[in-house]
C-alpha cells in the first residue's frame, strides 16, 4: 500500500488500487447521476436509480452516499467543479486576439457554460434548493465562485477595462444574459434564435473599454 | 337558474350560484397551487396537499382535477393568465414619455415580470417540464405566447422602430437578461446587485431606433 503501482492513468501516486476503485466508483455514480438530472429530472434521481443507471450494486452506492442529500451534495460539488474545468479548458484553447473575433469567442463561451448538460442538472438541484434551505445554503457559495470564475475569465480575454463601470456592468449583464438563453434552452431547442441573438450581443459588448 | 341573480362580484351573469361557488373552489386550489409552488417546490405540490392548504375537502379537490397533471396543466394556463393580465396592469399604468425614465420604466416592467411568485412558479413547472414530454408540449405555446406580448407591450411603449435589427434583437435581449436575472433572484435576494444592473441595462436600451 501506499508506494507507485501500475494503475489506470487515473489512478494518482500514494493510491491503492483499492482506493482507486472507490474513487472510480464515486465519479461513475456522480456522472450518473448529472446525466439523471439533466435528462430525467430531480424528482426521479435517488440513489437507487442512479446506482442502477451506473451499474453499481444499492450497497455499494449507499456506501458512499448514506442519503439522497449526500448525494445531491455530492453531485453540486462534481457539477461545479466539472463546470470549472470546462471553463479553463473552452478560454485555454486557440483565442482569438483580433476583433469582433475575440468577443464573439468570449460571448460563445459563456452561453455555452449555461446551455450544456452540465447546466441543465444544475438547473434541477437549484429548483429544487428554492424548496430547500439547507441545500442553497450549499449552492449559494458554490454558484457565486463559478460566476466570479467566470467573470474573470471574461474581463482577462476581453482585455476589459475594469476600472469602467459600464464595463464592468456589460460583461456582468453577458452572464445574466447567457443564463436566460440557457433556462430558455432547458425547456426547447433554441440554437437558431440564439445564434442571431449572441452575433448582436457580441457587437454590444465590443463597444466595452480595453485595457489591451 | 341561468337569470340574473344577487351575488358577488365575481359572479358573471348567466352563472348560478353553485357555478360560482364552484369557479371559486376552483381558484382557490389554482392559487394555493401556485403559493405551493413558488415556496414549497414541485415534488410536494400534490392534490392532497394544495387541497389541504386552501382548505377545501379532498374530495372536492379531486372533482376538479382527478389528477395532478390535470391540477398542473390547470395552474399553468392559470398561471399564463395572471402573468398575462398583470403585465397588461403595469404596463398600462402612468406611463412616463420622456427619457430616461420610459425606457427604464419598460425595463423595471420587464424584469418584474421574470422575478415575482408566478414566475418562480412557472419556474418549477418548467424544470419539472424538462423531464416530462407531455408537459413541455402544453408550457412551449403558452410560454412563447406571453413572451410575443411582453416583446409587444415593449415595443409600444417604448416606441421602437422595429425596422431595425438591432433594435429588435436588443429588445429580445432584454427578456433574456430578465430572465437570467429571475433565475438568480430564485436563489437569492438578487435585488440590490439587480438595481445597478437595471439602470445600466436601460441606458443600453435606450440606444435603440424609435418611431416616437
Request: aromatic share 6%; proline share 4%; glycine share 6%.
Amino acid at each position: 500500500m501506499g508506494g507507485r503501482i501500475v494503475a489506470p492513468a487515473a489512478s494518482r501516486p500514494g493510491r491503492s488500487p483499492k482506493q482507486d476503485r472507490s474513487k472510480r466508483t464515486r465519479d461513475k455514480l456522480l456522472e450518473a447521476t448529472i446525466d439523471m438530472l439533466a435528462h430525467h429530472g430531480w424528482p426521479v434521481t435517488t440513489v437507487g436509480a442512479v446506482a442502477e443507471r451506473a451499474g453499481v450494486s444499492r450497497g455499494a452506492a449507499q456506501h458512499h452516499f448514506p442519503t439522497r442529500e449526500d448525494l445531491m451534495i455530492a453531485a453540486l460539488e462534481y457539477m461545479v467543479r466539472e463546470r470549472s474545468s470546462q471553463l479553463d479548458a473552452s478560454f485555454g484553447g486557440a483565442r482569438p486576439s483580433t476583433e469582433p473575433e475575440r468577443t464573439q469567442f468570449v460571448v460563445h463561451h459563456i452561453t455555452e457554460h449555461y446551455t450544456g448538460d452540465l447546466f441543465k442538472a444544475a438547473l434541477q438541484v437549484w429548483t429544487a434548493a428554492t424548496a430547500d434551505q439547507a441545500l442553497r445554503e450549499r449552492i449559494v457559495p458554490l454558484e457565486a465562485e463559478l460566476s466570479r470564475h467566470l467573470y474573470d475569465l471574461a474581463v482577462t480575454h476581453l482585455g476589459a477595462d475594469t476600472s469602467d463601470r459600464r464595463t464592468r456592468r456589460l460583461i456582468r449583464a453577458t452572464l445574466d444574459f447567457a443564463r436566460g438563453l440557457g433556462l430558455a434552452e432547458a425547456l426547447i431547442d433554441d440554437s437558431e434564435r440564439r445564434a442571431g441573438m449572441l452575433d448582436s450581443w457580441a457587437a454590444e459588448l465590443a463597444t466595452i473599454k480595453r485595457v489591451n
